[in-house]
């Protein structure tokens, strides 16, 4: 396998311990999902598994559960009540206290959907969440809800919008890519967070620091490549790095699976549940420089 050079400014996520154990690599809890669409959870649960976190569960309707339990047998599931249009409901919070209390980072979003229940629920875990979260897909349309956006997050929060999500949460409807990008750094610095700006160039800010991701390509512009991105940042949250250097090292290492993917496969041809196969093809390209650059 060849050897890639790591850009300056790389978050290095450490090689394992010998007697590390699943523990050592934290609990990690998804909460998404809705009837029809099971599979985004899924892609970042098993994103989160290959990104290393050590126990991954996913917490969903248990409308969709058989089907979301059948696409991996290596992460939990956690079912909370559906209601009639096949969302979360607001009392699903109650089943969800008892996971919440044990994960060492939570992710929500994926597959969601939107409903007055959950955007009680979702504004609720974003203020109250004691540890680092992330927030994707219909978890960021329902905090564009809320009446006051200026509010800064009182504890670590990855925010991962395309431009349409963006647009939704500056309340800007036309806003262009350029102009997103100097509105994403005032974002991240207003409401103390860190802001992953996808596109084809992706820039993570915490409103100090600034990332502009250089892997990636056009086969990563297919349904559910953002729901592996929320697996992979929250597998770093997990592993403890900080909620910039996660976001970073997880955008970085997300476009390198699909640039080494589109060698053997084809930029159209490319899905995200093949994208998944290729993580690991990464990390030990990843871990390999990383290694080098050390000795
Ligand atoms: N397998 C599944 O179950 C999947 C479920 N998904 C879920 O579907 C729900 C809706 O998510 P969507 O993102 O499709 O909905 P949105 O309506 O928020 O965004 C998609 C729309 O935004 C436009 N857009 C403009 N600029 C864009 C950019 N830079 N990147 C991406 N889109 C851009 C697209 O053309 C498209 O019309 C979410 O809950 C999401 O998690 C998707 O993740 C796809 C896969
Ligand atoms: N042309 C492109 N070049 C590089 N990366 C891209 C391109 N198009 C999309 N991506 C990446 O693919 C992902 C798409 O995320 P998102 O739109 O949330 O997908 P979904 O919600 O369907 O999972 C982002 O990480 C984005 O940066
Ligand atoms: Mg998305």
Redesign the pocket.
């Known amino acids: 396998m060849s050897r890639i050079a790591l850009p300056a400014g790389l978050p290095v996520l450490p090689p394992r311990d010998p007697h590390s154990h699943k523990g050592t690599f934290g609990r990690a809890l998804l909460v998404g999902g809705s009837v029809g669409m099971p599979g ?1 959870i899924s892609l970042s649960g098993r994103a989160c598994l290959k990104g290393g976190a050590g126990l991954v569960t996913l917490a969903v309707p248990d409308a969709i559960i058989n089907t979301v339990a059948t696409f991996d047998a290596a992460y939990m599931t956690w079912p909370l009540p559906t209601d009639r249009s096949g969302h979360l409901p607001l009392h699903a919070k109650a089943k969800l206290s008892a996971k919440l209390e044990q994960a060492d980072c939570l992710a929500v979003g994926p597959g969601l959907g939107q409903s007055r229940g959950l955007f009680f629920l979702v504004n609720d875990l974003a203020s109250n969440f004691p540890r680092p979260m992330v927030i994707d ?1 219909d978890g960021l349309n329902l905090i564009a809800q809320r009446p006051d956006m200026t509010q800064p997050f009182t504890a670590p929060r990855v925010l991962t919008p ?1 431009l349409g999500e963006f647009r939704r949460l500056v309340g800007k409807p036309q806003l262009t890519m350029e102009e997103a990008t100097g509105s994403a750094i005032e974002f991240a610095d207003k409401l103390q967070c860190v802001l992953v700006l ?3 160039q ?1 820039l993570v800010t915490d409103g100090t620091q600034q990332w502009n991701n250089p892997t ?3 086969g ?2 297919t ?5 592996v ?1 929320t697996g992979l940042i929250t597998a770093m949250l997990a592993q403890q790095l900080n909620v910039y250097d996660a976001a970073v090292l997880a955008v970085f290492l ?2 390198l699976a699909a640039d080494i993917a589109v060698k053997q496969t084809s930029q159209p041809g490319l899905t ?1 549940s093949d994208l998944l196969d290729f993580l690991e093809d990464a990390l030990c390209e990843y871990a390999e420089a990383r290694d080098a650059k050390s000795s």
Request: neutral net charge; aromatic residues 0%; charged residues 10%.
């Open positions: 985004s897909a395309h996808k596109g084809s992706t990636g390509n056009p990563l512009a349904g559910g490549s953002g729901d991105l997300h476009g995200a």
